[in-house]
Each structure stands twice: as C-alpha cells, then as structure tokens.
C-alpha cells in the first residue's frame, strides 16, 4: 500500500532512508527539508502495517512561478527491495506531482533506473542549475513542453550541504 507519510512515520522513514543508504546524509536532508517546509509531498509504502519505503517532493524555485519539483530522496527498506516498491512510490508518487500541478520533475540519480520511468538526461539539456551536465541529473515533463525552454532552477537550501553522489552508486 503505498500511502501520504504522516508525522508518526517519520522514525521509521529514518530508519529506512540511513539503511538504505548505508549513511545519515539522505535522513539528515530529508529532516532538514521539512524543517525549512521546502517538502511539497512524501509517500510511504507500507507492507503487513510496516513502512518499508519512502520517497520525498520537495520545491525547486524557478524563474518562472510555476511549480517544478525534485524527487528524492528514494528509499527501500534493503530486506524489501527488488519486489516493486521503489517502482510503486515513484509511479504514485508521479501521479500526485500531476494532481498538485507540478510542470516538471527533477532528480540526480541512476539513468538505468529512472529510465524506465520516462525520466532522460537530455530532458535537462535547456535546465540551468547546481547539477546540470551531470549524467545522474534526469527530469521528466509532466506537462508538455516543461523543459522546452531555458530555465534556471534553485534547489532548496537543505541540497546545499547534502551530497550530491551516491555511495552506492543509486543516487
Ligand atoms: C533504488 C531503490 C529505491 C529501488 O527500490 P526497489 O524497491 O528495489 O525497486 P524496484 O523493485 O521497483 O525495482 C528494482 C529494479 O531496479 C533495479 N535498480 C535498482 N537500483 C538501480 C540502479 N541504480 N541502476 C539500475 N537499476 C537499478 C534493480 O536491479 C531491479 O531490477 P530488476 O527488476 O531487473 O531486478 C532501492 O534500491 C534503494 O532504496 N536504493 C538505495 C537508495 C537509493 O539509491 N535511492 C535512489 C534515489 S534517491
């Protein structure tokens, strides 16, 4: 089941996001997030009344007012990956980025994952930003011709002290 995250997960989500990562700085960002309420949406996948996923939204400024948003951090539990999880937040997740009338979706992760869900590098060709040239930088249109035009994003403070490579090579 994959559901909104409520405050009473939010131990569970940091358990989760730290063992996923095998480090704290995704869980230290994603405190931080909410903290500056740069968080636009988190959902949570729960298996037998346990979370065991978690993904986060959170707001890019952009030099136009329309919303555009980061994905990520990602996470699953690592005794429950490999069984469609990551795949179930991402496309529910997706489908309320749309809801909330999201333009444009940005992320910094592994284009042999996030392929799969419509996500490309050349998508960001026209996008201006702390991680743009990079291969792990990927969006996703949501509305057409969201990235048509150049475009500057700011990342939320938080980004600025987190890490912007993955360890274990997912992002
Ligand atoms: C990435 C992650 C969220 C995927 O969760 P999951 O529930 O295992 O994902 P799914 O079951 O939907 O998909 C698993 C598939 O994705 C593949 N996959 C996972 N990470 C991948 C990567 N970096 N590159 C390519 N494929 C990857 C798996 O090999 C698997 O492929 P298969 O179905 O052919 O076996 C999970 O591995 C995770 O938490 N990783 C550590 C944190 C992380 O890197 N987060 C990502 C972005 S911020």
Redesign the pocket.
Known sequence: MIRVALPGDHAAIDAIVRA??GRAD?AVLVDRLRVDEDVIFELVAVEDGEVV?HVLYSRLRVDLYDLYASL?????D?A??????????VRASLEIAREFGCHGVL????P??YGRFGFSSSATAQVKGRFSGRSAFQALALEDDAFASPMTVAYPDAFASAPSE?R????
């Open positions: 996923a990562f995704e996923g990520g951090p990602l996470a699953v690592p429950h990956q490999r069984r469609g999880m990551g795949s179930a937040l992320l910094l992760g592994a042999a994952y993955p274990r090579g997912n992002s």
